[in-house]
């Protein structure tokens, strides 16, 4: 075949400097290439399987790199009980006394007192259909405690046990009653009481009432007459043992009767005669206790929206204008001329222009949540109004044993906590506060200290102010968190805190004294309530990262406040130190039992922080199995704590009383001022000496001063006017001016 050669085309090799650089794409630097693309859908399966394989492997690698974590940490010891009461399996709630005395216990058909140290049954109080679910003690008297409980069905009743037995007193909301008014009938609406705590020494209680139907809320205040309550037992409990000896002899005299005279044969089939039992000796002395009389009821305050919704509900034009702002400041826009009907007038206009909108709207519920009230009792201060207090709630020398006179109260979501006085006389219910603190930030938690002297305000937007009610002085504001809710204040024992002397007087003048702090992210701090809040912060707990690892109970050991005592979600319960926050310990239940509801734990620390008592179910137990016996149910745990090795330096550590109000009278500030200059009067020689030696020094610098200035007054220049033509027109006159010169 012929052959077409162009002619004059030469061909010219590429030059080695031109070519490309290898792709990664390419065959050769990628094995994977070598292989065709897969089609459809084969593709895309194959995507999704490496997608698949790398999120596997990504968790592999986190939970490889956890399990790594957790096993270079260094585990607390563990320890075991030393004693089940199986008895008690069923115990909905545990409670210590107040002194360490015993633990009262709520049963799913009344109450039990139980020793704490020998776990012995002192007492039980008995009554069909009673779950008590909450249980609190308070010391009213020497061995005399008041009893605060709520059932499942939420009734209230208050108890005394005194003498080893239970005194029934009364059932706060047996009798049903509106809102804030008379009682109702039979099958009225049944009211339920959500919280109910009394002051420290039981003098006053609050109850807070809630409405079912109506999803009203509102806050009771009782006035108990504890000394009342206190000589009825005694009068009664004197003359049950005048009884008892009675009968005592009684028994001893027919006793010698009966050795005196033959002893009568018998068969050996035949029973010994039965010995007379009085079963009526608990029901013969029943104390008709001293009733409880009603000091205020509280409503919540209302919203801005419903006060706005309200509109102005004056009876004439000339009411309403009175009661419209005058617009020189900014008020809440509640106070305007509109009244109710006009207001639906335009809510009908409104809803038939938007017919067809109106179900796009967000639905408003009906009934609203119940809402949550916060109180606290509180004794005289200088933050209340003068003439509310009596002198002698005010003079005692007993900080803890002061009377009550005002109640702190502030509302789930309010911005504001409100003190009322517990000794004005209410005429009606409609109560106004005596002194309002105004915030910035909803109010999310609050405590005062033992003597009720330091007040602690936590808020939502990570804010903490603390005020000294005893002082009248605020002491601080402290910023934990930003964005991060406070959602628990407790105050520690002052004796574990430094206290330091001022610069100038040689006595205290303000205590300091620790506060715990729990946000709500997980994370514990530390702060103290010193004068000033001179320290910032510290974080004893950091942020958790794992639901599991949320307290949902932190609580100061009874006795030695160095210790805290908190229960994780997960159900741990661990014992940790009270400014370091590291785990001291954890007690364990058996592996046959967890720990009783978590969330809301049952525990109980009796003897002054010696032995730790823990409520167990039992993993295997179901309602169908065993329906009332309680040892398949649970059981209630007994820890020794003071034989945990752990804690041995805890326990042998000493501390001195220290109380948070410091009252200096003038005799003891005149005795420390005294004390504080003889001592010092060893050291008046060398100061006089000293003195003496720099007085030279002091007298010389004086000469070389008045040497000065007077050399200057000399070469000052003299000023000669004379163009003042009158006298009175002299520099120092209100009519001199160089313009007036001619």
Known sequence: MP????????????????????????????????????PQPYRMIDKVLKL?????????????????????????????CSTQMKSHGRACCVCDSVDGRYIFIGLPRGLAAVDVLTQEKMATWEEDSVDIHYIKAYLIGVQVYLI???????????????????????????????DFGSELQEGGTKLNISKCEASRN???????????????????????????????????????KKEEKTEEDQTTETAATTDQDAPTPQNEGDPPPAAPQDDSHGEKHVPKLSPTSVVMKLKPPPSMSELRQKGNTSSSVYSACQKVDTG???????????????????????????????????????LESLEDVNFHFMTAGRLVPIGLEQQSQIETDDELKR??????????????????????????????????????????ASAVSDDTSLLAVGFENGNLVLWDRYLGIQRGVVNILDRVKIAQLTFLDPSICPQNLDDYQPYRTKASAYLLILCDNGALYVTMTGPGLELDPICISPQVEKEND??????????????????????????RDSLQGTVLCEPILPKSHELMAPWDPVVAVGAMGQILFLKGNNKDYGEDEGGDQAECAGALFVYQIRSFPSLDSYMSRKRDKVNQTVHAKIENRIEALMKERIAQQGLRKS????????LKEEIWSILQYRDHAEKKADNRPEVHYKHVRNFSQTPGSMGWSPFFQK
């Open 3 to 38: 052959v077409y050669i162009r002619k004059n085309v030469n061909f010219t090799p590429p030059s080695i400097d031109k070519f490309p650089l290898e792709d990664d794409e390419d065959y050769i630097t990628d094995p994977d290439q070598l292989v065709d693309r897969l």
């Open 52 to 80: 698949w394989y790398d999120e596997v492997w990504e968790i592999i690698e986190k939970r490889e790199n956890e399990r790594l974590e957790e096993s270079r940490k260094i585990r607390p010891p563990q320890y075991e």
């Open 148 to 178: 605060v409980t709520i059932d499942d069905m939420g009734f209230a009743r208050l108890l005394i046990f005194g003498g080893d037995k239970f005194y029934f007193v009364k059932i706060l909301n047996e009798f049903q009653s509106d």
């Open 202 to 240: 039981g003098d006053y209680l609050g109850a807070v009432y809630e409405n079912p139907e109506t999803a009203e809320v509102w806050l009771e205040v009782y006035k108990l007459p504890r000394d009342a309550w206190l000589h009825e037992l005694e009068s009664v409990l004197a003359q049950t």
């Open 328 to 366: 020189e400041v900014i008020g809440t826009g509640v106070n305007h001329i509109l009244t109710p009907s006009h207001k639906e007038m335009r809510k009908e206009v409104f809803a038939h222009l938007h017919d067809n909108l109106i179900d796009y709207l967000p639905k408003e519920d009906e």
């Open 403 to 444: 009377l009550p006179t005002t109640i702190a109260v502030w509302w789930k979501g309010s911005t504001h906590v409100m003190q009322y006085s517990l000794l004005k006389q209410h005429k009606d219910f409609e109560v106004k506060p005596d002194l309002v603190w105004p915030y910035t930030s909803p109010v999310t």
């Open 550 to 575: 949320i307290f949902t109970m932190v609580q100061p050991v009874p006795g030695i406040q160095d210790l805290l005592i908190t229960v994780l979600k997960s159900g741990k319960v661990q014992i």
């Open 687 to 694: 100061r006089m000496q000293e003195r003496w030696g720099n």
